[in-house]
Structure formats: C-alpha cells, structure tokens
C-alpha cells in the first residue's frame, strides 16, 4: 500500500528494498509476485531476494530498468 500510494514519489527512485511474503501473514498483504508485476510497470527488476528467517517472507532489493548493466 504504501509504493501504491507513493507512485510520482517511485519516479525519482532508483532502489527499492521492501519486506516480500510468499504466505499471507497479515490482512491483504501483497503476495510477491503482486509486488513484482507492481514495480515492473514502474520500471523495476528484483536483482536479489533473501528469507533467512522462515521460507513465508524475506526482504527483496529492486533496482530500475535503466540502471541495470546491459547484456550484449
């Protein structure tokens, strides 16, 4: 809800690092692949996931389109 709500704010970011969840742990709780088809109409990729803690959520790191290294 909250990138929903800050979408002009997602314009002049280049990273983003957010809580992911593969289990709803709490009331409508976006489910990773919702986060990931939100930031990839805004122009993100998730370059790395990790759940060190227990396999239901981890923590992802997106990085925008336009910075990630071109493959030839």
Do not use: G, V, W
């Given at each position: 809800m909250a990138l929903n709500g800050s979408r002009q704010l997602l314009k002049g970011i280049d990273v983003?690092?957010?809580?992911?969840?593969?289990?709803?742990?709490?009331?409508?709780?976006?489910?990773?692949?919702?986060?990931?088809?939100?930031?990839?109409?805004?122009?993100?990729?998730?370059?790395?996931?990790?759940?060190p803690f227990h396999r239901s959520w981890g923590d992802a790191i997106y990085l925008r389109d336009s910075n990630l290294p071109s493959i030839n």
């Open positions: 983003i690092c957010t809580e992911i969840n593969f289990e709803e742990l709490y009331a409508s709780c976006p489910m990773l692949a919702d986060l990931d088809q939100f930031l990839e109409r805004h122009q993100f990729r998730r370059i790395k996931m990790i759940t």
